[in-house]
C-alpha cells in the first residue's frame, strides 16, 4: 500500500492567507521532492530536500524536511490564485527499490 | 530543458481493443516510468525501465504491458482495454545516476477513454 501520505486531501483557502501541507512517510528518506501539478496539466518538479532539518523557500513557498527525514511540509504564505493545483510529496522507497513513491497529493483550491 | 512527449492528449478506444500509448524523452535519460492518475488515487506507478530491453513491474502492471526497444522510447500497451483503464496516463523519465530516486520530467499526459 501507499506509504507515503499527504494531509490534507483537500485544502480551500482564501487569497491572502497561509497554509501548510504536510507529508509523512512510514520509513526514512534519503531525499523528498515536491511537485505541482497545475489543472489540466502535468506534475512538475519543485525542489528537492536532502538534509534533515533541511528549510528551502521558493518566494513564498516554504519546503521544509523533518529531522527524522520521515515527514516534510510545504507551506504558502499570502495565497494567491496561481497557487492552485495539487502538490504531490515524493521520496524514495527502500521497499520499492528506492523508487520514488508519491503521495496521494493536496488539491488547493483558492477563493478570490 | 528536458522535454517528455506522448503520443496523444486525448485517445478514445473500445473495449477489448489494443493500445499503443508512445512516450519520447531527449534528455539521454536511463529511466522512464509509466502512471495512471484517477481522482483521489494520485499517482500510480504501472511499469518502470532502467535501461532498453529492461522492464520491472510497478504497483499496477496487470491488463498492461511495456516496450522500451530504444533509450529515448518507452510505449505502454493495453493488450485489451477495458472500461477500467479509463484514466489519465503520464510518461516520466529521469536520469541515472542514482537509480530511482532522481528528479522525474513528466509529459503532458495522455487522457484515455475506453468505451
Known amino acids: 500500500g501507499q506509504q507515503v501520505m499527504q494531509i490534507p486531501q483537500y485544502q480551500h483557502v482564501q487569497e491572502g492567507e497561509d497554509f501548510t501541507t504536510y507529508c509523512n512517510s512510514s520509513?526514512?528518506?534519503?531525499?523528498i521532492q515536491w511537485y505541482k501539478q497545475r489543472p489540466g496539466g502535468h506534475p512538475v518538479f519543485l525542489i528537492q530536500?536532502?538534509?534533515?532539518?533541511e528549510v528551502k523557500k521558493q518566494k513564498r513557498l516554504t519546503f521544509q524536511f523533518g529531522e527524522a527525514k520521515k515527514n516534510s511540509s510545504l507551506h504558502i504564505t499570502a495565497t494567491q490564485t496561481t497557487d492552485v493545483g495539487t502538490y504531490f510529496c515524493?521520496?524514495?522507497?527502500?521497499?520499492?527499490?528506492?523508487?520514488?513513491?508519491f503521495g496521494g497529493g493536496t488539491r488547493v483550491l483558492v477563493k478570490p | 530543458d528536458v522535454k517528455v512527449t506522448q503520443s496523444s492528449r486525448y485517445l478514445v478506444k473500445r473495449t477489448g481493443e489494443k493500445v499503443f500509448l508512445e512516450c519520447v524523452q531527449d534528455?539521454?535519460?536511463?529511466?522512464m516510468f509509466w502512471y495512471r492518475q484517477d481522482p483521489g488515487l494520485g499517482l500510480r506507478l504501472i511499469y518502470f525501465?532502467?535501461?532498453?530491453?529492461?522492464?520491472e513491474k510497478g504497483d499496477i502492471p496487470e491488463g498492461y504491458s511495456v516496450s522500451r526497444e530504444k533509450k529515448e522510447r518507452f510505449s505502454l500497451i493495453l493488450e485489451s482495454a477495458s472500461t477500467n483503464q479509463t484514466s489519465m496516463y503520464l510518461c516520466?523519465?529521469?536520469?541515472?545516476?542514482?537509480?530511482?530516486?532522481?528528479?522525474?520530467?513528466f509529459g503532458p499526459g495522455t487522457r484515455l477513454t475506453v468505451l
Open positions: 516520466a523519465s529521469s536520469n541515472g545516476l542514482a537509480g530511482g530516486q532522481d528528479t522525474q520530467y
Open positions: 520509513t526514512t528518506l534519503s531525499n
Open positions: 515524493a521520496g524514495p522507497q527502500k521497499a520499492a527499490g528506492n523508487k520514488l513513491t
Open positions: 525501465s532502467y535501461d532498453v530491453k529492461m522492464k
Open positions: 530536500l536532502v538534509k534533515s532539518g
Open positions: 534528455m539521454d535519460h536511463e529511466n
